[in-house]
């Protein structure tokens, strides 16, 4: 196989700059929210940034990144515009070691996406996303061959907002497991399980693993009782993985049920942890791990990216797990 794995998402390219508290209140920016905005919006605001770093961002392209950093080989198949935010997008992805198969493309009205990341002096961050043209991804973007050539395949909930996501989705999955890979889903959010709960409940039966919160798992399944959320959750799927914010992960395959424990530290910017938790994660499930190993190898990268600004690795994450013996 030529990809370890490879995974379809939102293609955003994150903008992330300081700024006084007085920057927030002049553009109207409620402290610490992270907003959907139109494209007038997006291009005053990006006009009006000071100084800013420009990171190549979306959740499984973050998770992308994390395994890169671990030395597996990966592509990322999202949707940029040929303009100048989306070229440097594919080129800084590129750059740091993952195959980004999807040029950018050139008709079209609708820009590539940005994420403006206002970071206040306090290590609050304030978000404000234009999705652009990387929410249009659809099935005639997932590369046949890229697909036929992966051992893991990670989806972003996400994609089910739009019909077209839902089918790019299913077209990249029926693929990668045709031909002998697996694949799987990050539920992403509770109100984006709320809204596509009959489609992700048959997902859980159709995929190798889903990766979820307790929130997550508990909207799913609409109970306030995570045990119960889970045990539907193990009844329904291969592998369910519940993260739950400072305690102990839960990894449940058939009648195997592991605990990941979680270490405490107090977080210098959250912003990727779940992300880099599924890096590390697929990382153990593409290295056929056992269910702790792979489920600790989670908690450290999540552990890691926490530690500093920004939602991917800095450290050296195999480095990481030789120190505590996963590897």
Not at 177 to 192: K, M, N, V
Not at 277 to 302: H, N, Q, S
């Amino acid at each position: 196989m030529k990809y370890d794995v490879i995974g379809i998402g939102n293609a955003v390219m994150d903008l992330i700059a300081p700024v006084e508290d007085s920057f927030l209140t002049e553009m109207g920016i409620q402290k610490g929210i992270m907003q959907l905005i139109e494209l007038e919006r997006s291009e005053m605001l990006h006009a009006a940034l000071p100084d800013y770093r420009r990171i190549p961002g979306g959740s499984v392209a973050n998770t992308m990144a994390g395994l890169g950093n671990l030395g597996l080989s990966t592509a990322f198949i999202g949707k940029v515009r040929d303009d100048e935010v989306g070229r440097a997008y594919v080129e800084e992805t590129r750059a740091a070691g993952t195959d980004c198969p999807n040029k950018p493309v050139a008709d079209g009205d609708l820009p590539s996406s940005r994420s403006m990341i206002l970071v206040s002096k306090d290590g609050e961050r304030s978000m404000n996303t234009y999705l652009g043209i990387s929410s249009e991804v659809g099935p005639d973007d997932v590369p046949e061959e890229v697909c036929n050539q992966a051992r893991v395949l990670f989806l972003e909930g996400y994609l089910y907002d739009k019909d077209k996501g839902k089918q790019a989705f299913e077209t990249a999955a029926r693929l990668t497991r045709s031909a002998g890979g697996q694949a799987g889903i990050a539920l992403s959010d509770p109100f984006c399980v709320d809204r596509h709960r009959g489609d992700f409940r048959k997902l859980v039966k159709e995929l190798d693993y889903v990766i979820g919160n307790e929130h997550e798992w508990m909207s799913l399944y609409q109970t306030e009782d995570l045990s119960a959320a889970l045990e539907q959750a193990s009844g329904d799927s291969g592998l369910i993985v519940c993260t739950r914010s400072g305690e102990d992960v839960v990894l449940v395959r058939g009648s195997e049920q592991a605990i990941a424990p979680v270490r405490e530290i107090t977080p210098v910017d959250a912003t990727g942890a779940g992300d880099q938790f599924a890096a590390g994660f697929l990382f153990g499930l593409a290295r056929g791990a056992d269910l702790a190993t792979a489920g600790r190898m989670g908690c450290v990268a999540a552990a890691e990216v926490i530690s500093h600004y920004g939602a991917r690795p800095e450290a050296d994450l195999k480095d990481l797990f030789r120190k505590e013996g996963l590897i």
